[in-house]
């Protein structure tokens, strides 16, 4: 478990506390530790405390239902994807909501952003699982989800390389395309319990991603601002279309909501490429653009991967984390993310 927590300026903006600062400590019945030196609220007293100003219950809960899908897609490596996807499931862990990140990608860099070293551990992915359902064999989900923050507010169902090897099997199945979203529906007890389910899609167009983006309503794709990146956003807009037209009569529809990443003000190409992206996609690019920050560089720590994870946790008053943090906030509005079902303000 990661002891992950932040001090007060940034808890009053996570829950939405808009009282005297000297109040807010009275929000959560704890004493601070006689270590710190300063308040700490983690995910758990977040949620706790937006629970509380909502004048619900601490166990408020949400209906069993699968939740949203954040599903970061790019049709090429390279483009941040990985980092914007565990910046952005560590952030709603930080506004409240309960995560479930999915690793997707058999690179697993997903998987190593948090500090898990797939090489030396005994991985049961994704992939695995799906494979016991298509064959009606027995699997225990829980085996596979590894808490990240305390009381399930960001779990992780890790990859290692042999996720590559999901295609395989797939090829052979019947309505492949939505193996994904039958698994999901078939054990909503478990997946139902989380607010958002965040995935790190490969960037290589196959089955395994295509079911991914069969179960998703809209992709959150990542494009960093150089020429190949949108290339490969013209890529992925195809696949969204082929998609769209061979399942149509089944009421399928994907959207794609575009984040555009990488962008330094000093480079000219960083403003071409964005003038690009809003000209051609002027109803799908966020508002939100994250900037090239040396924050994303310092995430992962080549000899003690242990201690690596995302910029929001390292160095969260960076611009990086900033940010992040402003994404996230138009994300919960996107996809309609919500604590205890309650309306997004």
Request: aromatic content about 10%.
């Amino acid at each position: 478990m990661r002891p992950f927590g932040v001090r007060s300026k940034l808890a009053h903006e996570f829950t939405g506390f808009t009282g005297k600062p000297k109040d807010f400590r009275f929000l959560i019945d704890r004493e601070k530790q006689s270590t710190q030196y300063h308040n700490i609220y983690y995910a758990d007293d977040i949620r706790y405390i937006r629970l509380k100003l909502m004048n619900l219950p601490p166990d408020a809960d949400r209906k069993r239902r699968i939740p949203p899908i954040i599903n970061c897609r790019m049709s090429k490596g390279g483009v941040g994807k990985t980092v914007i996807c565990g910046n952005v499931a560590a952030t709603l862990a930080m506004f409240g909501h309960r995560v479930l990140m999915i690793d997707g990608d058999p690179q697993a860099s997903l998987t190593g952003l948090f500090g898990i070293n797939w090489a030396n551990e005994n991985i049961n992915h994704i992939g695995e699982l799906m494979y016991r359902f298509h064959r009606k064999e027995s699997f225990y989900i829980e085996t596979a989800i590894r808490p990240i923050y305390n009381n399930h507010m960001l779990d992780l169902i890790a990859s290692d390389i042999t996720l590559a090897n999901t295609d395989t099997w797939l090829m052979g199945s019947t309505n492949r395309e939505f193996l994904f979203k039958k698994f999901l529906d078939a054990n909503v007890d478990v997946f139902g319990r989380y607010d958002v389910i965040v995935i790190d899609s490969a960037p290589s167009t196959n089955l395994l991603t295509n079911a991914f983006m069969c179960a998703s309503q809209k992709i959150l794709a990542v494009v960093w601002l150089d020429g190949q990146s949108l290339k490969a956003m013209q890529v992925l807009a195809s696949n969204v279309a082929e998609l769209n037209s061979a399942f149509s009569e089944l009421g399928f529809h994907l959207d794609v909501h575009i984040v555009a990443n990488g962008y330094h003000p000093s480079y000219s190409s960083c403003k071409d490429a964005l003038t690009t992206l809003a000209s051609n996609y002027p109803d799908q690019l966020s508002d939100i653009v994250i900037p090239h920050a040396s924050s994303f560089m310092r995430q992962v720590e080549l000899y003690k991967e242990e201690q690596s994870g995302p910029a929001i946790e390292r160095e969260p008053n960076s611009t990086a984390a900033r940010a992040v943090i402003d994404l996230t906030k138009s994300l919960v509005k996107e996809y309609d993310i919500r604590i205890a079902d309650q309306p997004v303000i």
